[in-house]
């Protein structure tokens, strides 16, 4: 069986690697934009969604089933950080949020560099086989990314001239 159809037939591969280009792609919008509003938390909940499942189904990526590498390490630690990353915000602590989640972002980085470039594993021979359908996989998660960011936006208050009659006028 081709790597193609490896990915195809493993349902928790499958997850893991949309979970993993997901929070690959989506991370920057949070990383570069303003932060503090609604767009930030909205796309961060997602992201530490994706981040979740893909460290969760990487245990049960590898054959055999549930063996351990430092990739598992990487997701246990991925795990307790974006974990301390969210507590931290929630008590005001800023530094520590950028720091937990920055870093697991990095991680993340780093599990896929090395899934990417390692020979043996799937997503290289995949690039390898068929070039074209990795392109539009990745044009489809910036894609995705670019979505979220759409549906988290929110509106935008009106400004100029005539925002001050609008509001009174709705009131």
Known sequence: MDAFGHLLSTPILLLHVIASVYALAVGPINLLRRRRDRTHRGIGRTWVLAMFVSALTSFAV????????????????????????VAAIRRGNRPAHVGHLVGSYLGLWAAFLWAALAPDRTIAQIVAQAPVTAGVTGLLAVTAAVGTYWVFRGPHPQSGPHATQEIMHRA
Do not use: R
Request: glycine share 4%; hydrophobic share 60%; net charge neutral.
């Open 62 to 85: 590898q054959q055999p089933f549930l063996a351990f590498s430092w990739l598992h390490a990487l997701s246990l630690w991925t795990m307790a950080s974006i974990s301390l990353g």
